[in-house]
């Protein structure tokens, strides 16, 4: 295989270049339902199928702090994120640094709140993770809710 360098002559494709776009070919002949096999055992089939979307997402560079779907629990982030997996120090997900404790998660379903709380000094660490963990965990509420 090869493509057109910057001098307008060809030049032969990396392997990695090759071996992406033979990994998205594959995955374009999959029907827009396609659940990964990991993910069969799902009942939830929306669930299933935002499970392997976002695993693919993740391969083409999706954050994985960004996900709406937990690969590990199999469930929505809202269901889990109260999870000790969920705690990450170097990021500071989950984490209070001033008290170096893990956050509290308090989901509200029907109001679509999330409210993250330190157990120790009872605040809400104004960082980036945090920002983002509620914002994820309000896209797996609206997610979740949408039928």
Aim: hydrophobic letters at 35%; aromatic letters at 4%.
């Amino acid at each position: 295989m090869e493509s057109r360098n910057s001098s307008g002559g060809f030049a032969p494709a990396t392997t990695a270049e090759t071996a992406r776009r033979n990994r998205r070919d594959r995955l374009a002949l999959r029907p827009a339902d396609f659940v990964a096999p990991r993910y069969a055992g799902v009942s939830d089939h929306r669930l299933a199928l935002a499970l392997t979307t976002e695993d693919r997402s993740e391969e083409d560079g999706l954050d994985p702090l960004e996900r709406v779907t937990c690969r590990t629990h199999r469930r929505w982030l809202h269901d889990c994120v109260a999870s000790p997996l969920h705690v990450v120090i170097v990021t500071g997900t989950r984490w209070c640094r001033e008290c170096e404790c893990a956050l509290n998660v308090a989901i509200d379903q029907l109001a679509g709140d999330v409210a993250v709380r330190c157990p120790s000094c009872g605040g809400t660490p104004a960082t980036r993770a945090t920002r983002q963990l509620v914002r994820a965990c309000r896209a797996s509420l609206a997610a979740a809710a949408d039928r």
